[in-house]
């Protein structure tokens, strides 16, 4: 759910997962590349609804999706990544997350139990972690969370606001962890809630769409912006 025709012709668009349909065990990617997902053991494959156009939910215990690590999801000097998402429990929980937690380790946005939404990248294997500050997001409503990076650095954004940002960026480590929704690789920090749509880009978005974005998507969700 989430998206319409006008949002997935950004330019850069490298996934772009609406869950307007139940396509268990496989998860298509409706953009442009076709980075499809997967999850062929039947206990973590999440549950899918068609409340709110069509979402997801993923059980916090071994529910996740994975893609893989195609070369269009290999981001280094910029990227977007968006998600729709509804939780009321707060724990340290991945969205989106290329990290295994060992040697291969490039990026992540995830809920903090105490810090709210945040991001992590790595370059020359040093994190650099950015949080957006909010208290009120496990409270089981729909958020959008977003993050973008580039040299600028990054910005995070809740709602279609601006929260925070980090310094000057540089290239961030590309390497071999499989993109993933909903853990860590190392089959840690499932989610626990539900996921109403997924995007990433592989350039840094303005402040301004991802505020169009939110405006646009929003009412699916029950929301006036």
Do not use: C
């Not at 590349?33 to 069509?54: H, K, L, V, Y």
């Not at 962890?177 to 350039?203: C, H, K, M, P």
């Amino acid at each position: 759910s989430g998206f319409t025709e006008s949002f997935d012709t950004y330019s850069d668009l490298a996934l772009w997962m609406p869950f307007t349909s139940d396509e268990t065990p496989d998860y298509i990617d409706k953009g442009p590349i076709g980075n499809d997902g997967s999850q062929t053991t039947a206990a973590s494959q999440p549950t899918w609804s068609s409340a709110d156009g069509g979402v997801y939910d993923f059980d916090g215990v071994d529910d996740y999706v994975t893609i893989g690590n195609p070369s269009s999801v290999q981001f280094t000097t910029a990227f977007t990544l968006i998600s729709w998402v509804s939780s009321g429990t707060a724990t340290d929980q991945r969205i989106i997350s290329k990290d295994d937690a060992s040697s291969n380790r490039s990026y992540a946005d995830f809920l903090s139990s105490i810090r709210g939404y945040g991001v992590v990248v790595w370059r020359s294997g040093s994190a650099e972690v950015l949080y957006s500050n909010d208290t009120n997001i496990f409270n089981g409503a729909w958020h959008q969370f977003a993050t973008t990076y580039d040299s600028g650095g990054l910005t995070v954004y809740v709602d279609g606001s601006q929260r925070n940002t980090s310094a000057t960026g540089t290239a961030i480590d590309n390497d071999s962890a499989n993109l993933e929704i909903g853990r860590r690789q190392d089959s840690a920090q499932y989610f626990d809630g539900t996921l109403g749509s997924v995007s990433l880009y592989s350039s840094a978005l303005t402040a301004a769409q991802i505020g169009a974005i939110y405006t646009n998507t929003a009412p699916t969700y029950g929301i006036s912006p």
